[in-house]
């Protein structure tokens, strides 16, 4: 990647030149990269090059991961990765105190292609939720209705979320642990409409390398002061016992990360997903004396 004046996104503009942050670009489009090839979010080979191309909804809370998401998929398209129409969306909830002239005026000096959007869904969430309870739920829900809505309007096939390998690792415990469940958010979905998709690009990237590309390209962060500004959440909490297994073992989020995209149904235990009732035992199993271990299934 060179950054000369006529090879640069207005978004990466100013960029420190240090090797560390070099690499850290570098690593962030990887990675950004491999989660768009990997789960099928486009497939060059599957589009005419003579037809119009698909137009993503990319949006923007004005958070560290939204940024990184925008800048990333602007460094993609410049370089000719990714053949697509990207139009960054904001969400305005009528959030008190909530600056909202920040990102309009950001994206415009980018010359980013956007559209804001005002829906008061905060006096909706404190209205329904009794005092002491979380918001995020309600909160998620009618801004996700939101955000299809527009995505159909503007003609999108495809809403972008800033999501990243944190956020996907601390659903899976908190199904885990308060669901009940092995699931977490994939990187690639289709809503329950069946008319949309979702994706999720920084699957791969960590939350600490989020917060050190935007915090070194200087872009104005914007607080959330709903959700954020509630103590005691699950996810605090679990995000807290990564933290200390983090530092207890240097690595770890990446390991059970990892895990996630190497699941077994064999050594699982839910019937839906492997047929335990018809498995039977194999010549190998049966000759003690073959010397040959079974393979794992």
């Keep these: 990647m060179f950054d000369e004046a006529d090879d640069i996104h207005p978004l990466f503009a100013g960029a420190p030149s240090t090797t560390e942050f070099k690499k850290l670009r570098k690593r962030i489009v990887r990675q950004t990269r491999e989660a768009i090839e990997q789960y099928g979010m486009f497939d060059a080979n599957a589009h005419d090059k003579d037809a119009k191309p698909p137009r993503w909804l990319v949006c923007l809370s004005g958070g560290k991961d939204s940024y990184t998401l925008l800048a990333v998929l602007y460094e993609l398209k410049w370089r000719g990765l990714l053949p697509v129409d990207l139009l960054a969306c904001n969400l305005d909830q009528g959030q008190p105190g909530f600056p909202a002239t920040v990102l309009p005026e950001f994206l415009e000096r980018m010359g980013v292609p956007h559209r804001i959007e005002y829906q008061d869904t905060y006096s909706i969430v404190v209205d329904k939720i009794p005092q002491g309870r979380t918001f995020c739920a309600l909160c998620s829900r009618l801004r996700r209705g939101n955000l299809y809505r527009i995505a159909r309007a503007e003609g999108c096939s495809a809403v972008v979320l800033g999501h ?12 885990l642990f308060h669901g009940g469940r092995l699931a977490t958010m994939p990187p690639k979905l289709v809503n329950e409409e069946g008319d949309l998709f979702v994706f999720r690009p920084l699957a791969h990237v960590a939350e600490t390398d989020c917060a050190k590309f935007a ?21 605090q909490q679990v995000k807290q016992i990564l933290d200390q297994w983090e530092k207890n073992a240097p690595g770890r989020r990446q390991v059970m990360f990892r895990a996630l995209t190497n699941a077994r149904p064999s050594h699982l235990l839910d019937p839906k997903l492997f047929d335990f009732a018809g498995l039977s035992i194999s010549q190998n199993q049966k000759d003690e004396n073959s010397g040959e271990i079974p393979l794992l299934r």
């Design 164 to 175: 990243h390998r944190d956020d996907i690792l601390e659903t899976f415990f908190m199904n």
């Design 215 to 235: 915090n070194a390209m200087n872009y104005p962060i914007i607080p959330c002061d709903l959700c954020g500004s509630q103590d005691g959440l699950q996810r």
